[in-house]
């Protein structure tokens, strides 16, 4: 049995988020792997990590970060003023992928996201995602939307 | 010529927009119009006002409000630790569609992404609405993602 553990990210966690973010069809694009860590991770970590609606997390296998997703609580007026748990930026590191850690991770987000009381939990994946979209039909999620971007 | 305004909602306005999200095809069955108007608005709106990271918007034509969304603006570590804008319940007046309000109203909501240092704008709708997307393909967003819901 290994021993698996959630916790809020800390400063010290942000370079292994970032490493996960990176190790990935199209996260490797996107991020900035030099070091030091560029300061526009450090900022969107103090931000992150000064506003009660965000959680940041991250799981341990036996000490060693092996996963992280972010967590926004979202007051909205629609749906008689319920809160929704959007669910972001969900990475497994790649060597432990295949081990159902993934599930256990999005299992302990939506325990979080009814602890907080929310009504919704929803999230966007990129359509190019197929393994994803299994993912999360075999969670329960339910495919009802799109997701559109415009990049400023 | 009319004229339009943009602004930050107040608690005054909370029924006018709770009377636009009921005044469609899939908010009518989800909202609760009865008066006094649930605690659950009043709760949420005051959650969405005290969150700097919030902003809860109505549009006014003549001093009537004809519009209204919210925009969520969300740090991330992922794209470099990218602000990303997000935009939810999106209401246009019933008997005002069809006069390009709402293509106003997302103009608006982009610039203030803008203004707020925001690299992507994101938004879902559900996949009946398919005027929305033809509205959002138009605008110059782009259909790449799934969005997915788990209701608690």
């Not at 698996?4 to 996960?20: G, W």
């Not at 991250?58 to 007026?77: H, K, P, W």
């Not at 999360?136 to 495919?143: K, N, P, Q, S």
């Amino acid at each position: 049995m290994t021993d698996i553990l959630f916790r809020r990210a800390t400063e010290a966690d942000v370079p292994a988020i970032v490493a996960m973010l990176a190790d990935d069809a199209l996260g490797k694009a996107r991020e900035d792997l030099s070091e030091p860590l560029a300061e526009g991770y450090r900022t969107a970590f103090a931000t992150i990590d000064s506003d009660p609606h965000q959680l940041l997390a991250v799981m341990e296998e036996d000490g060693r970060i092996v996963g992280t997703l972010q967590i926004s609580f979202l007051a909205g007026l629609s749906r008689k003023g319920a809160t929704r748990g959007q669910i972001e930026a969900v990475r497994v590191a790649a060597d432990r992928r295949g081990a159902r850690l993934g599930e256990k991770l999005i299992e302990w987000a939506v325990g979080q996201c009814h602890e907080r009381g929310c009504q919704v939990v929803q999230l966007t994946t990129d359509k190019s995602r197929t393994d994803a979209h299994r993912f999360y039909d075999r969670l329960g999620f339910t495919a009802s939307h799109i997701g559109y971007k415009l990049n400023l």
